[in-house]
T-cell receptor, first 114, second 109 residues
Framework: DTEVTQTPKHLVMGMTNKKSLKCEQHMGHRAMYWYKQKAKKPPELMFVYSYEKLSINESVPSRFSPECPNSSLLNLHLHALQPEDSALYLC?????????????FGQGTRLTVV | DAKTTQPNSMESNEEEPVHLPCNHSTISGTDYIHWYRQLPSQGPEYVIHGLTSNVNNRMASLAIAEDRKSSTLILHRATLRDAAVYYCIPYNYGQNFVFGPGTRLSVLP
């Protein structure tokens, strides 16, 4: 199984809502990532987890709250988002931050904030 | 993180070879060169990576210059399914997969 599964595929939420994005992998990878991608732009790194601990936060606003409850699961909790946060949110995983192996990406969650 | 320079866009005819260049003149001696592609409405997909020697896999070949300041991704016979944005990413453990603007490849039937 070389898949990174993201749910939901699409999400529409109001600015006062709280929602969560979910990402799952069963490859035994210990590094997991969240990226944000606006239309016609490259993915931008948001967070990196290594062995379930937050390793990197790329100055992301606190309305985005990541969580890694176990080695297979990565969540992104959303609260009080703005319309400009509408984007494709991508999850990725790789074997370990200490190796040079490739990253595997999910298909993303397309988020629309209204 | 090493900076990369790639053409904004390239065009190819179907069933012809495609050479996608990438300049990474600030790459460190231990950075690997990774290539990913992103098909429309999909997440990025790993293509190939290498350190110094040329590399081949079922998807593509990677030619790395002797001084490692540039590399070329080679698709031997482009198909319509290869139309995507291609990203080269210098990467070493402890760093992050940082995407540059990439090259948008169009494949003409």
């Amino acid at each position: 199984d070389t898949e990174v599964t993201q749910t939901p595929k699409h999400l529409v939420m109001g600015m006062t809502n709280k929602k969560s994005l979910k990402c799952e992998q069963h490859m035994g990878h210990r590094a997991m990532y969240w990226y944000k991608q606006k239309a016609k732009k490259p993915p931008e790194l948001m967070f990196v987890y290594s062995y379930e601990k937050l390793s990197i936060n790329e100055s992301v606003p606190s309305r985005f709250s990541p969580e890694c409850p176990n080695s297979s699961l990565l969540n992104l909790h959303l609260h009080a988002l703005q319309p400009e946060d509408s984007a494709l949110y991508l999850c990725a995983s790789s074997q370990d931050l200490r190796t040079n192996t490739e990253a595997f990406f999910g298909q993303g969650t397309r988020l629309t904030v209204v | 993180d090493a900076k990369t320079t790639q053409p904004n866009s390239m065009e190819s005819n179907e069933e012809e070879p495609v050479h996608l260049p990438c300049n990474h003149s600030t790459i460190s001696g231990t950075d690997y060169i990774h290539w990913y592609r992103q098909l429309p409405s999909q997440g990025p997909e790993y293509v190939i990576h290498g350190l110094t020697s040329n590399v081949n896999n079922r998807m593509a070949s990677l030619a790395i210059a002797e001084d490692r300041k540039s590399s070329t991704l080679i698709l031997h016979r482009a198909t319509l399914r290869d139309a995507a944005v291609y990203y080269c990413i210098p990467y070493n453990y402890g760093q992050n997969f940082v995407f540059g603007p990439g090259t948008r490849l169009s494949v003409l039937p």
